[in-house]
Nanobody, 124 residues
Framework: QVQLVESGGGSVQVGGSLTLSCAAS????????MAWFRQRSGEGRERVAT???????TYIKSVEGRFTISQDAAKNTLNLRMENLKIEDTGTYYC??????????????????WGQGTQVAVSS
């Protein structure tokens, strides 16, 4: 069965950096749509970065220029490099995979593949 396992979360001060990784099994991270979602306390999940088989990352405005999503085909891992972190970046980050090529504008909370999440805490 498909498994996505996130790692790399932790505590960091404002302005610091973290790199999240998502190790995939039975799912090729370079060939299909993938995304990083985050959930802040008391809020719903929001998609912060997306990448697909075209290998071009897209981002929500609040993280553009600070976050970089990438695929490591050799390790079959999805990464999220986060720089200049802000307090509002605090939350649980989830890796998501969808067996779709091309248009990566939608991810299902129920039928797509989700990791268990990794926590990021940014403090002043």
């Amino acid at each position: 069965q498909v498994q996505l396992v996130e790692s790399g979360g932790g505590s960091v001060q404002v302005g610091g950096s973290l790199t999240l990784s998502c190790a995939a099994s039975k799912f090729s991270v370079s060939d299909y749509c993938m995304a990083w979602f985050r959930q802040r306390s008391g809020e719903g999940r929001e998609r912060v970065a997306t990448i697909g088989d075209a290998h071009i990352g897209t981002y929500i405005k609040s993280v553009e220029g600070r976050f970089t999503i990438s695929q490591d085909a050799a390790k079959n891992t999805l990464n999220l490099r986060m720089e200049n972190l802000k307090i509002e970046d605090t939350g649980t980050y989830y890796c998501v995979g969808r067996w779709q090529k091309g248009d990566c504008n939608y991810f299902s909370p129920t039928t797509d593949f989700w990791g268990q999440g990794t926590q990021v805490a940014v403090s002043s």
